[in-house]
């Protein structure tokens, strides 16, 4: 009964009953903050308990600017209850707390609350741009751009569309950067059978964890600008960047940095989630997009399409309202916020370096620098006889790999065939959300099992055919 | 900034600054019972307020039955916390108790929690379902039958998946019930240009108020039985029948009933939600759907397509298993619990009465029975010179109508045109949710603007043409 976000991991149905040489499963396989230990947000908990039952309004125990958010977030629902439909677009405050969280985090750049619809988690944001963007049949029909390794919702939503995915490859030996000649490539082969309407970024990247460069960001957008493709950023990890020397760039400032020729025109949709950043409220289900130079026929159609689904949760959308809308450093809960989102992103890091380090020690395993995001995505050598043996069994040899892991450890990982490989390449997706203790665990264990899974399939021999 | 349910209701954006002939706009357009001022049932937020900040459960002002509840789910949710995704199919522990309530509601019909899929609000459901089971192109592309009229969910999604859709037209002139014979029309009718697939019925109707009669369920199934169709029967009404002498029959007990020849053949999906009944709370996103006789891979796919949006939104979960789950008479909220049921019921059911009453006094308007949901559909007579001149405008007559009482009155209706009617025929949907008071004043307010209405375009001459 275990969800695994149809990466293929699997974890599913383990640790019942069945005898196995392990005494826990140790789960590295989603990016479920809280279910991996993590405590929520006291100020973000307080507030969401606070509209979901506003008697706590007159209680001492709750602090006075929790009580100014919630009550603020309650006269913008509809009979001042969480009860209550949203607009399709989300509560208007909340929509005005957005755009001034993101004016604060872009340094000034213009941010417009017209342009912003919450969302049911950034998925749902995702889903019905590429709804609205993709159509035609044959040689017309829209092809999206999407990175390799990706998160699995975008071929899964381009595949029930029935638009065209257009593969662009991150350069490993580059730490997963994203190469602007790669995407030439792409663009220039997928346009003989498709019409390229749209490219997606994600930024930091999902399952890479690397931070773009401004420059990076700078050519996608002169070539989306170039090639008029609709730009969708992927930017739910915004808030987890952990390398000292590297920082999040959304591509909205970049864009307005380039200047109006290219603000005023490129279409451009961003994505940010409560899932995860330092707060990981996934259940929840509270998210954003803000969308730039939309036609506004092309808004109303978006917001009636946004409508099919009524609103967006409004707890999660009082829940979004926090994270863009926190304590301040005058105000009462300040310190504790503070202190939970430091000892969050602190520790983030601290795993973010040991899984690297850790990794690169292991013979046949190379594994790129965790620069932000919530996972690691290295490259396992798998030797030809254990490639043989998979494709014999009918399964890739990564999940061969990860299903041997989890029998023999109770390790849970993602097969990296689940987002996307270069052809020939093998790689797992972990998540860095263990806590300290058990991520070191899990790597010795790792280390182990990769250590003798060489051993049992090398030989001097060619594999047999 | 009005979200308006894509049913065309004409509100949007009023009482703005502009001058107007009323002080105030009497909102009865859509189902959202919060936002009329219906309060929130107690323990309800209460169990969502101790879920969403568990210190709370150390707090003496809660009820121990409260803390149970909130217990019990958080045991169920990964690192015993809302911020948690739960599976795709919602938490485990809410799906055993929907199915116990079910088996409670239908008298021990057996319900296996196997068949319980909670949703974010029953739209997602019906929606997830449609996607399933539509497909094909030309002739054999599926045919989905829907009462005409219909709550606008069905003919959005069925045109946004290109299926087709049949309609059936509930008789109006004996009190909205379900004809039989024209369920066969309909159905050899569309055979001959397109392959019916599924029958969606809603049950208390929307917007047509009506309960349903055993025997007529009986029929249905029947013919669902001989023409191999997927029923859907949307029953998120089931708490809200009125009419003393009438009471809610689910399909699925009706089916059982039937026999082990229908109960173990016929595909259904029944739907319920968060949003309606007693508790009205719409924003929680909150739902579940049973299905019936699932082929093992149909249900695998329908997982696959569920974990698309991740999981519901997990508060929503946690309101869904109080409806289903609520105070016991020994436990200490029964008292209020039920009081505060009672009231909302109650005056609903005295709403109902004075809505049907009041409207069939007006000389030109006729409305059925509010037997069950929270609407009335009545008809009302549009004169030839006013059909005429909504027609030069480019409107329908009856959406003419209502934005013409908006105008003058501040009423928000829904025109009919949005739900569907018999050609010739025009309606407008109210939502008996107003106060009492408002209530009377809303209806008072449209009796003297039909009888203007009607007087404004008399005439002995024929309409100019």
């Known amino acids: 009964k275990q969800h695994d976000h149809y990466t293929g991991a699997p974890c599913a149905g383990y640790n019942k009953g069945q005898k196995h040489p392990f005494t826990e499963v140790i789960k590295a396989n989603i990016g479920d ?29 709750f602090p006075e600017d929790a009580k100014q958010r919630a009550r603020r977030i309650l006269q913008g629902c509809g009979g001042q209850s969480l009860g209550s439909y949203s607009a399709s677009q989300g509560v208007d405050c909340i929509r005005q707390d957005v755009a001034v969280y993101i004016e604060q985090r872009d340094k000034g750049v213009p941010a417009d609350w017209d342009n912003i619809y919450l969302t049911t988690g950034a998925s749902d944001g ?37 638009a065209v995915q257009i593969n662009y490859y991150l350069d490993e030996d580059n730490c997963w950067a994203l190469d602007i000649n790669e995407l030439h490539r792409a663009y220039q082969a997928a346009k003989e059978h498709c019409h390229p309407r ?4 994600i930024n930091p990247g999902n399952p890479t964890g690397q931070v773009q460069s401004r420059k990076c960001i700078e050519d996608v957008l002169h070539f989306a600008y170039e090639e008029n493709l609709f730009v969708m950023s992927d930017e739910v990890y915004q808030d987890n960047v952990y390398s000292p020397d590297l920082q999040f760039h959304s591509f909205k400032k970049v864009l307005y940095e380039m200047g109006p020729e290219y603000f005023n025109t490129v279409e451009l949709a961003s994505f940010h989630s409560t899932s995860k950043g330092y707060s990981g409220e996934c259940g929840f289900r509270g998210g954003y997009m803000e969308v730039l130079n939309l036609d506004l026929e092309v808004k109303a159609q978006l917001v009636k399409l946004l409508s099919v689904r009524l609103c967006p949760p409004v707890s999660g959308q009082a829940a979004m309202d926090v994270i863009v809308n926190p304590p301040l450093p005058h105000e009462p809960s300040y310190l504790q916020f503070h202190k939970e989102k430091s000892a969050v992103l602190g520790a983030l890091a601290e795993k973010a370096q040991v899984t690297e380090q850790t990794l690169n020690t292991v013979p046949g395993i190379k594994c790129n620098p965790v620069q932000g995001a919530m996972y690691a995505f290295p490259r396992i050598f798998i030797p030809p006889r254990a490639v043989e043996e998979a494709k014999s069994l009918g399964m890739s040899p990564d999940m061969m790999y990860c299903l041997r892991l989890l029998e023999e450890t109770g390790i849970c990982l993602v097969p990296g065939s689940g987002f996307g490989q270069r052809e020939g390449t093998y790689h797992f997706r972990m998540t860095i ?3 300290t203790e058990k991520l070191k665990v899990l790597l010795e264990k790792l280390r182990d099992f990769h250590i003798k899974f060489l051993k049992e399939y090398a030989s001097l021999e060619e594999p047999k055919r």
Chains 1, 2 share one sequence.
Request: net charge positive; aromatic share 6%.
């Open 433 to 435: 959300l263990p806590t």
């Open 126 to 162: 995702i889903v019905s741009i590429l709804k609205m963007l993709v159509s035609g049949q044959g040689r017309s029909r829209s092809g999206v751009m999407i990175p390799i390794p990706q998160y699995p919702l975008y071929s899964a939503a381009i595949s029930e569309l029935e």
């Open 198 to 201: 749209v490219i997606c970024i």
């Open 33 to 61: 903050s809280h279910a991996m230990g993590q405590k929520p947000i006291t100020f973000l908990r307080q507030v969401v308990a606070l509209c979901s039952f506003p008697e706590l309004l007159n209680s001492p125990s």
